[in-house]
């Protein structure tokens, strides 16, 4: 193979060679000379430097290569990333052969909002990536064998898109003595048809888990496997607070009218369907260090991310909860 190569490379070389000493008088035969060099010995495309395209200014928007991923960066300690909102099917990339094909739909419209919504509501903006290559292209939730099975394109795109991801954490975590990071996603109909129209807040605790009584619950060793380690640690109340009290995250969505599973409402799944968090939250969360803790969100398609009107309802929603538990457990408020 690579005798072969180095041939044609040669071979192009000396029309090239050729090309030059003809010189200007016999442009037009020296043109067609350099476009007999066969396609496989065009040089593979290499990728610039991740980070190449730095420094990320406040009020640009960063697209990597292609434009497959999409940077906004931020000034307040929060992170919104958006995985499964994308559409763009590149050529060059084929389709993924095994894994999740489901697109969250209008996750990537929603998400928009609430950041503009977050600006508006804190006078700051949020740090956002969003990936634009649909997922049987691209799975950014999944580690790079599974996101990218394989295909160079797809794997710089996933290199991307955590690049920014840990772009906005150590900015934070320089700026802000704590972060919160949320995972946008959607979830649809169970197998047997019946959709769930309550958000699922993804902790890594399992559902079979969370159905366990508070007593059972409220343990360090629980505490410790949850991405919301390092809030836990910071916050005044105890674990089983945090993660279905008056003041959680889920109690809080579901005063303002979303129903969430954990919450005081709702503490668990009750064995159905549900989701616990993925790749991201595993990695960008504080469970295995770090001081920025991340949430899953898995909302229903009914009600929040069907429109317009209700992106703009759950985004308002979603704005008044973060800043809200941010200052119960992390103890500053978000607004400036
Ligand atoms: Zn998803």
């Known amino acids: 193979m690579k005798k072969i190569y180095l041939n044609k490379m040669t071979l192009s070389i000396l029309a090239l060679i050729f090309s030059i000493i003809i010189g200007c008088e016999e442009a037009k035969e020296s043109e067609e000379v350099v476009e007999i060099v066969p396609k496989d010995t065009v040089k593979e495309e290499v990728f610039p430097v991740l980070g190449h395209d730095a420094p990320y200014y406040l009020d640009s928007v960063y697209y990597g290569r292609e434009e497959y991923i999409e940077y906004h960066p931020g000034n307040i300690p929060i992170i919104l990333s958006v995985p499964h909102g994308g559409w763009i099917i590149p050529d060059e990339i084929p389709d993924r052969t095994y894994g999740t094909m489901v697109t969250d739909d209008n996750t990537y419209q929603m998400s928009k909002v609430i950041m503009d919504t977050m600006e508006a509501r804190f006078g700051s903006k949020p740090y956002v990536i969003l990936c634009r290559l649909k997922r049987r292209k691209l799975d950014a939730n999944r580690d790079s064998t599974e996101a990218a099975q394989e295909n160079r394109f797809a794997h710089r795109a996933w290199q991307e898109y955590h690049h920014y991801i840990g772009t906005a954490k150590k900015k934070i975590e320089s700026e802000f003595g704590s972060g919160l990071f949320l995972d946008i996603h959607g979830h649809g109909a169970n197998p047997d048809g019946y959709y769930d129209l309550r ?138």
Do not use: C
């Not at 410790?224 to 959680?248: N, P």
């Not at 295995?288 to 991340?294: L, P, Q």
């Not at 009107?309 to 457990?329: G, K, M, P």
């Open 199 to 336: 958000t699922w807040l993804g902790y890594l605790m399992p559902g079979s888990v969370l159905d366990q009584n508070d007593e059972t619950l409220n343990t360090n060793s629980n505490a410790i496997k949850t991405s919301i380690r390092a809030l836990v640690d910071t916050s005044d109340f105890s674990f089983i607070e945090v993660l279905r009290g008056q003041h959680s995250f889920g109690s809080l969505l579901d005063s303002l009218g979303f129903g969430s599973v954990p919450s005081k409402k709702y503490p668990g799944p009750d064995g159905s369907r549900f989701f616990s968090g993925g790749y991201n939250t595993a990695r960008h969360g504080s469970r295995d260090g770090g001081i920025i803790s991340a949430i899953q969100i898995e909302a229903p398609k009914p009600g929040i991310r069907q429109n317009q009107q209700t992106w703009s309802n759950y985004a308002s929603a979603l704005a008044t909860v973060v800043d809200e538990y941010y200052f119960r457990h992390l103890k500053r408020r978000i607004r400036n």
